[in-house]
């Protein structure tokens, strides 16, 4: 079924598929992907663009090929454009067209997931935007913090037990026992809400906080062979100039 799109957003998708000489289709699937992930991250599988990859706004990107690096940057470059319609634009006229199930079983005020499936018997939902991730095992629904975690996939288990479900992020692999629940009072509005006038030179410091602990996780990845040199050298100087 093809996606509906409104018809600005329709003529952007034309432009940028002519400017990246790409399909029309291959833009549009990056398009729903990266407003899946709240308009900072994208799980995607696009044959034209080498099957499977990941991308995460300020952060790494993966393709099929990871020695590619022409194909990163081209990712890199679309994904980027695809952000900025997402949130400049109303993309989708209505919210089932970024395929979420009309039988969501999270809770409604998390917004639209990145991801949702399930594994060990467990199903998950993943919400960038507002850093949350919705569990659910033997219908019993729990949400967490995601912290400074940008997930990207879901890691393949080999048995575990019921409910186990692991996931991997700039930081590695991880499961919700490293993660802080978020109680049921505790909306994921109050948790982003900004602080009062007085506040603000806190809020540029974390920041910067979370910004120097990229790069940190970065430069692990650069240590596992990874990363290359040219693009650890260059994500650094991507985030340092944000500070």
């Not at 602990?213 to 692990?220: C, V, W």
Request: hydrophobic share 40%; proline share 5%; glycine share 12%.
């Amino acid at each position: 079924m093809r996606t509906t799109v409104s018809p600005e957003v329709e003529r952007a998708v034309a432009n940028i598929a002519q400017r990246h000489e790409v399909s029309h289709d291959a833009v549009l699937a990056m398009l729903l992907a990266v407003s899946r992930g709240g308009g900072t991250m994208a799980q995607f599988s696009i044959p034209e663009l080498g099957g499977s990859g990941q991308w995460i706004r300020g952060g790494m990107t993966m393709v099929g090929n990871m020695f590619d690096h022409a194909l990163k940057a081209r990712v890199d470059a679309l994904c980027s454009e695809m952000s900025e319609l997402v949130t400049t634009n109303a993309v989708f006229p209505d919210d089932s067209q970024v395929g979420v199930a009309s039988s969501q079983w999270w809770p409604g005020d998390l917004g639209v997931p990145s991801s949702f499936g399930g594994q060990n018997d467990a199903r998950y939902a993943i919400f960038p935007a507002t850093r949350r991730l919705a569990i659910q095992v033997q219908g019993v629904t729990r949400v967490f913090d995601t912290g400074q975690h940008h997930i990207g996939g879901v890691a393949q288990q080999q048995g575990g037990g019921p409910g186990v479900v692991t996931f991997t992020s700039q930081l590695g692999t991880f499961d919700v026992s490293s993660l802080t629940e978020v109680e049921g009072d505790a909306s994921p509005e109050s948790a982003v809400a900004e602080p009062p006038p007085a506040a603000s030179s806190t809020r540029g410091t974390s920041n910067s906080e979370d910004i120097l602990a990229t790069i940190e996780s970065l430069a692990g990845l650069h240590q596992r062979g990874i990363l290359t040199d040219d693009e650890l050298t260059a994500k650094k100087a991507e985030l340092l100039a944000r500070l």
